[in-house]
């Protein structure tokens, strides 16, 4: 069970990755102007015009925050992280700190349609 677990996590890292290059290189910001309302724009951009996403709800502010927050650069920090935390977490397969890491990580793709709920707390 543990290894098919690491495989779907290391899985999810590789989809994460592939979308994080293909999507316009960070760092983004949040900006809100009167032509774009809030968006998420490239550092680089010249003008909101340059927008990456446009949030219209009732949070647009915070949406376009969030989106911004989670850039490419950031997604590939992340999935070096935790590329690093499944590497150790294999070194312990069978231990404590094994079952103690697993389940969180698990957790965080527990809506994906591959994921064996029976992989949280086993």
């Known amino acids: 069970m543990s290894e098919d677990l690491v495989r779907f996590l290391r ?9 994080a290059r293909r999507a316009t290189e960070g760092p983004w910001t949040a900006e809100v102007s ?3 309302g809030h968006c998420v ?6 003008s909101t015009r340059e927008y990456v996403a446009r949030t219209q709800l009732y949070a ?8 911004a927050r ?8 992340e999935v070096e992280a935790w590329r690093a935390v499944l590497d ?3 070194t312990v397969e069978g231990s404590w700190h094994f079952l103690q890491l697993m389940d969180p990580l698990a957790r965080v793709w527990r809506d ?7 992989w949280l707390d086993a």
């Open 11 to 19: 899985a999810r890292l590789d989809e994460d990755e592939q979308t």
């Open 34 to 36: 009167s032509e774009t």
């Open 41 to 46: 724009i490239p550092s680089d951009a010249q």
């Open 60 to 67: 647009a502010a915070f949406d376009a925050e969030h989106i």
């Open 70 to 77: 989670h850039d490419p650069a950031r997604v590939l920090r």
């Open 88 to 90: 150790f977490v294999e």
């Open 112 to 118: 994906h349609p591959d994921f064996n709920p029976a």
